[in-house]
């Protein structure tokens, strides 16, 4: 009796779970299916197809979809893939692109404040310190509040690298730059070198290399070791031009990018997912620094080999230099309300005694009004 009972359970039982599976079958979606409907965001980075930082973003956007659960798919594209570089913010806003990753050096034109919120000419070399800038003296409210303004949703500043210039000529002091035609972004980094001679002009990082081959520009700042000879520069140029050792770089030290998306889109995230990109960006800007760095480590000998001469300016270079960026700080800062509530800030990190950047009579007589 115990087994024609337990004969006729099991029967019941497996009929019973064959009309659970075919009810499930019709009201769950296959696993392929609900894949299928993870949402695809286009994102344009600034770094072109093929480069070390490039690669980096790549990798990274491919590991959203398993951060947000199969929510999201980040579909990486490179510099003017989908629009120009200097129409990402644009096409983002418009609806063309979800997000972005591109460099902060192409706002100034439309947001003075900008030029204060990536690197500008002798600002601070450590990455540590723009960390504490945007998290700890909230800059990162501000940069958010701005691009609000602009219908974007600030996420986090992703670090890269120092800039480099790579010139025809060979630059020893401020002096040689008078007179060469040489690529730089707008701004206050552009209106620096015009006071020292120099004769500049915008380029996408693309449009670089032709131009050197060319002979249409002399010289180029553009990005670190590693992109820079990924690009080619070593080819159409023999001198890479940096500062002394205790400033590397005298006008883009550190040179961050940034993630950020439409505001509509962004809106259209539930809190959970906000907070989850927000922690898989900061994560990535430490990622995305240490693999450019990685990448530089096996990049300078190749300038070598390829018989590149690297040039440090001197310490009366540095000094100089900074006695003609400063009075731009302050006049770019008083173009709006916003670049200099941003430069405030900047100089009070400065001060501040673990960095010992800036002392008082290097800004004497200057303010922000």
Not at 42 to 65: D, N, P, R
Not at 145 to 167: Q, T, W
């Amino acid at each position: 009796m115990k087994n024609a009972s337990r004969r006729e359970f099991l029967k019941t039982t497996t009929k019973a779970g064959v009309a659970a599976a075919a009810v499930a079958t019709v009201s769950m979606p296959h696993v392929a299916g609900a894949q299928a409907k993870t949402r695809e965001l286009k994102i344009q980075s600034s770094w072109s197809a093929g480069t070390v930082g490039y690669k980096l973003f790549e990798a990274w956007c491919k590991t959203m979809v398993e951060k947000t659960g199969g929510e999201l798919d980040f579909k990486p594209f490179p510099e003017s893939a989908v629009v120009g570089d200097f129409q990402v913010f644009d096409g983002v806003r418009n609806g063309v692109l979800d997000g972005q990753n591109i460099f902060w050096t192409r706002w100034p034109s439309r947001m003075p404040a900008a030029n204060f919120l990536t690197s500008w000419p002798m600002a601070p070399v450590r990455p540590d310190v723009w960390d504490v800038a945007y998290y700890s003296y909230g800059l990162i409210d501000i940069a958010r509040e701005l691009y609000a303004k602009n219908g974007l949703y600030f996420v986090a500043n992703v670090h890269h690298d120092l800039n480099l210039i790579h010139s025809k000529k060979p630059i020893r002091s401020l002096n040689d730059f008078k007179g060469l035609k040489i690529r730089m972004p707008g701004g206050i980094i552009a209106e620096t070198f015009a006071a020292l001679g120099a004769r500049t002009t915008l380029l996408p990082g693309s449009e670089v290399y032709p131009a050197l081959e060319k002979g249409t520009i002399d010289a180029a700042d553009f990005v670190g070791p590693a992109v820079d000879y990924d690009l080619g520069f070593h080819q159409v140029t023999k001198y890479v031009i940096m500062g002394p050792t205790s400033t590397p770089t005298l006008h883009q030290a550190v040179d961050p990018l940034d993630i950020a998306f439409s505001l509509r889109v962004w809106e259209s995230f539930s809190p959970r997912m906000k907070a989850v990109i927000e922690d898989a960006a900061k994560a990535f800007s430490l990622d995305h620094y240490c693999g450019i760095q990685k990448a530089n480590v096996a990049a300078w000998p190749k300038y070598a080999a390829a018989g590149n001469e690297v040039i440090h300016l001197s310490e009366d270079d540095v000094i100089a230099f900074k006695k003609i960026a400063i009075p731009l700080w302050f006049n770019w800062a008083n173009k709006d309300k916003d670049a200099g509530r941003v430069l405030k800030i900047w100089l009070e990190v400065m001060r501040n005694p673990s960095f010992a950047i800036l002392n008082e009579k290097d800004v004497e007589g200057f303010e922000i009004k």
